[in-house]
């Protein structure tokens, strides 16, 4: 069977993390085999050296964690993260264009990042704990019109995390041309099969190494 572990982004997003946790991190992620490592773009440049010449992602989130500045600040934000690095990213929605009922503006607010990704992949991160089922589609609609390659549940850092009810709605407001990525209080195994089993490609998470100590114990 194969691991779990090419399906994890390994994330660390604290505002009070330090260079010696990020360089702890990739170190983690170069043993373990993770699909990429996830930052807020301040780090990209210093992932991007510990992953130099290897197989795993530099990931940098955008916009973190409201999505609520200008997206002029987005698109430049992302620009920036790609010149120092980035292979994918992991952009907030406006969500107050969407619960304001303005699709152009949201839509546009994604697709302004998705230019300036220059082709590499843009995960649209929906917040879906503040949002309507009805939200939620429509929210997934846009993404896929915008460009992106991705709809991701959660920051992480709001009221709760990912849901299997969440990502089964998401995995079907999409077509197959787009990607799930559950992200948000997984933090084992067992969380991590359930939101694979409901439609998520790619996990997001810290608790990566716990996660794959609890695979290893199923062989």
Known sequence: MKSIAKMIDHTLLR????????QALC??????GFYSVCVNSYFVGLVAKCLEN???KVCSVVGFPLGSMSTAAKAFECADAIQNGADEIDMVIN????????DDACRLD????VEAAQGRPVK??????LLTPEEIERACRLAEEAGAKFVKTSTGFSTSGATVADVQRMRASVSSQVE???SGGIRSYA???AMIAAGASRIGCSAGLAILAEESKQA
Request: charged share 30%.
């Open 54 to 56: 290897s197989d795993v």
């Open 110 to 113: 994604i697709q302004a990042v």
């Open 15 to 22: 505002a009070d993390a330090r260079n010696e946790e990020i």
């Open 191 to 193: 969380d991590a099969q």
């Open 95 to 102: 969500l107050a264009s969407l619960k304001s009922g303005d």
């Open 180 to 182: 799930v990525k559950a």
């Open 124 to 129: 649209v991160i929906l917040e879906c704990c």
């Open 27 to 32: 170190k983690e992620a170069l043993d373990a």
